[in-house]
C-alpha cells in the first residue's frame, strides 16, 4: 500500500492511497465463490454456478461492496501508519478504481491539534460570600404557598396580580377586526399577554362593570395589518378571582416531600434545599471563571471544524427536544436553528474540551472515588429514596462515567484555583443564585 500526506491548510490533511488490484480482486474473487456455494440459478445445480457466470451477474455489485470496506481499511491503517488523529469522518475522493489496476484514492480530513499548553496562573476570581437568612426561606415558602394555592372569587376591585374573566370586543373604525374578540377569556392582570394599555384599563373594574379602552397596537406588532392602528376595546369584566395562598399546612408540607415532622422539618428542609442551591451556584460561578481563562490563556489555539460542525448538530438537536419537538425526517432542523445560533458556544465546548484533557494528561488526575460518591449522595439527597438513586448511578455505567467526568473536571479546577487570585464579593442569596444563571437574550 502507497500512502502520501499533504498538508492543504491549518489542520487539514490529505492521504492519497494506492491500493494493490490483487487486494481488491481477490478479496471479490473470494467473495464470489463463496456466494456460488448457495446461489440457485436456472440452468444450473446448486452450488454449480460458473465463476463466469457469477461474475457476470454479481461481480459489479461484490466488486463497490469491497471496495468500500478496502477503503474504510486502508485508511485505517494509512492513518495508523502515519501517526495521524482524525478529528471527524474524511472526505473520500475516488481517482481511480477500474477493475485489474491498482485502486487510488484520496481522504481529506482535519487532524486532532497539537496542544502546547501555555500557564493558566496569575488570574482572578469574584467569589460571591452569602447566606441563606430567614427572609429568604420566607419568600421561597411564599413562592410554594402561591404554587399550591387557588384562584377565589374577589369582592372587590381588580388589581394587578388579579386574574379577572372577561368577554371583549375590538373595533378599528367602528369594524370589528380578526382575532380581536373573545367571551369568558381568563386574564392575570400584569401578564402582558395583551397589547399596552389593556390590562392597566381594566384595573379598578369590579364585576358587571364594563369599559371602552382607546388603545394603539404596537408598530412591531406581529399582525402588519394591525401594526400602529388606533383600536377600541369594548371590556365586560365578568368575575375577579384573587390567588389565596396555600395553608402552612401538612398538605403543603407533604407537597413538598415532608411527609413528618410538622412545619419546623419544613422550614429546615427547605433551607438544607435552599444552602445546597447555593452553594452549587457559587461553585459554579468559580469554576466558570477558572475555565474561561483557561481558554482566554489559549485564544490562539486551531480547532477542527468538523468537531465544532458535530457539536453544533448536538445542540440543536438538545434545543429542539428541549422544547418539546420529535425527530422528523420531512423536517429541515438547519433550517429552523441555524447554524449561527450555536456556532460561538460549540467553539468555545469544543476548545475547552480539548484543552482540558491535555490538562488532566499533565497534571496526571484520577477521579477521586470518595469525592464521585460525595457527588452521587448529594444528587441522591434530593430525592425522596436516595439510597435507591445511589445504587442506580453505581449500576449504570454511562451515569456513573458522567459523574467521573464532573469529578475531574471540578478537581482540575481547584488544582488551577491553586494559582488564582481570589476576590471575595459579599451578596445576598438571590445575588448570588443570579451570578450562576447565564446573561439572557
Known amino acids: 500500500m502507497r500512502v502520501s500526506v499533504e498538508t492543504t491548510s491549518g489542520l487539514e490533511r490529505r492521504l492519497t492511497i494506492g491500493v494493490p488490484a490483487e487486494r481488491v480482486d481477490s478479496a471479490v474473487d473470494k467473495r464470489l465463490r463463496e456466494a456460488a456455494r448457495n446461489v440457485r440459478m436456472p440452468g444450473f445445480r446448486p452450488g454449480k454456478v460458473p465463476m463466469k457466470v457469477m461474475q457476470q451477474r454479481y461481480g459489479a455489485g461484490v466488486r463497490q461492496e469491497v471496495l468500500g470496506e478496502v477503503v474504510s481499511q486502508t485508511f485505517q491503517e494509512a492513518v495508523q501508519s502515519e501517526q495521524l488523529r482524525p478529528a471527524g469522518q474524511p472526505r473520500i475522493e475516488p481517482r481511480n478504481i477500474e477493475p485489474g489496476k491498482d485502486v487510488e484514492y484520496t481522504a481529506t480530513f482535519e487532524i486532532f491539534p497539537t496542544i502546547a499548553l501555555n500557564d493558566v496562573t496569575d488570574f482572578t476570581v469574584t467569589k460571591p460570600v452569602a447566606e441563606v437568612s430567614d427572609a429568604d426561606v420566607d419568600d421561597i415558602i411564599a413562592v410554594?404557598?402561591?404554587?399550591?394555592?387557588?384562584?377565589?372569587?374577589?369582592?372587590?376591585?381588580?388589581?394587578?396580580?388579579?386574574?379577572?374573566?372577561?368577554?371583549?370586543?375590538?373595533?378599528?373604525?367602528?369594524?370589528?377586526?380578526?382575532?380581536?374578540?373573545?367571551?369568558?377569556?381568563?386574564?392575570?392582570?400584569?401578564?402582558?399577554?395583551?397589547?399596552?394599555?389593556?390590562?392597566?384599563?381594566?384595573?379598578?373594574?369590579?364585576?358587571?362593570?364594563?369599559?371602552?379602552?382607546?388603545?394603539?397596537?404596537?408598530?412591531?406588532?406581529?399582525?402588519e395589518e394591525l401594526q400602529g392602528a388606533a383600536v377600541q376595546f369594548a371590556i365586560t369584566v365578568k368575575e375577579v378571582k384573587t390567588l389565596e395562598l396555600a395553608p402552612l399546612d401538612a398538605t403543603l408540607f407533604a407537597a413538598y416531600g415532608v411527609e413528618e415532622g410538622g412545619e419546623d422539618t419544613f422550614r429546615a428542609e427547605v433551607r438544607k434545599n435552599m444552602e445546597r442551591e447555593l452553594r452549587n451556584a457559587v461553585q459554579n460561578h468559580v469554576k466558570q471563571q477558572v475555565l474561561d481563562a483557561v481558554i482566554e490563556a489559549h485564544a490562539d489555539l486551531d480547532i477542527p471544524s468538523a468537531l465544532v460542525a458535530q457539536e453544533v448538530d448536538a445542540m440543536r438537536g438538545q434545543m429542539f427536544q428541549q422544547f418539546g419537538g420529535t425527530p422528523n425526517k420531512d423536517l429541515d432542523l438547519k433550517s429552523l436553528l441555524p447554524d449561527d445560533m450555536?456556532?460561538?458556544?460549540?467553539?468555545?465546548?469544543?476548545?475547552?474540551?480539548?484543552?482540558?484533557?491535555?490538562?488532566?494528561?499533565?497534571?496526571?488526575?484520577?477521579?477521586?472515588?470518595?469525592?464521585?460518591?460525595?457527588?452521587?449522595?448529594?444528587?441522591?439527597?434530593?430525592?425522596?429514596?436516595?439510597?435507591?438513586?445511589?445504587?442506580?448511578?453505581?449500576?449504570?455505567?454511562?451515569?456513573?462515567?458522567?459523574?467521573?467526568?464532573?469529578?475531574?473536571?471540578?478537581?482540575?479546577?481547584?488544582?488551577?484555583?491553586?494559582?488564582?487570585?481570589?476576590?471575595?464579593?459579599?451578596?445576598?442569596?438571590?445575588?448570588?443564585?443570579?451570578?450562576?444563571?447565564?446573561?439572557?437574550?
Not at 379577572?164 to 369568558?184: C, H, K, L, N, P
Not at 384595573?203 to 364594563?210: L, Q, S, T, W
Not at 467521573?404 to 482540575?412: F, G
Open 144 to 223: 410554594f404557598r402561591k404554587q399550591q394555592g387557588q384562584q377565589v372569587t374577589a369582592e372587590r376591585p381588580a388589581e394587578q396580580g388579579d386574574t379577572v374573566i372577561i368577554d371583549f370586543v375590538g373595533t378599528r373604525d367602528s369594524e370589528a377586526f380578526e382575532g380581536g374578540s373573545g367571551d369568558d377569556v381568563s386574564l392575570e392582570l400584569g401578564s402582558g399577554r395583551m397589547i399596552p394599555g389593556f390590562e392597566d384599563g381594566i384595573v379598578g373594574m369590579n364585576a358587571g362593570d364594563e369599559k371602552t379602552l382607546d388603545l394603539t397596537f404596537p408598530d412591531d406588532y406581529a399582525k
Open 342 to 441: 450555536f456556532k460561538e458556544q460549540a467553539d468555545k465546548r469544543v476548545k475547552l474540551g480539548l484543552l482540558l484533557s491535555e490538562m488532566l494528561g499533565k497534571f496526571d488526575l484520577k477521579a477521586d472515588p470518595a469525592k464521585i460518591r460525595e457527588t452521587i449522595e448529594d444528587i441522591a439527597s434530593t430525592y425522596q429514596e436516595p439510597e435507591e438513586v445511589i445504587n442506580w448511578y453505581y449500576s449504570e455505567n454511562e451515569q456513573l462515567a458522567q459523574v467521573e467526568s464532573r469529578v475531574l473536571e471540578d478537581q482540575l479546577v481547584d488544582k488551577l484555583l491553586e494559582s488564582a487570585k481570589i476576590e471575595e464579593q459579599a451578596c445576598s442569596y438571590q445575588e448570588a443564585l443570579a451570578t450562576a444563571r447565564p446573561p439572557q437574550g
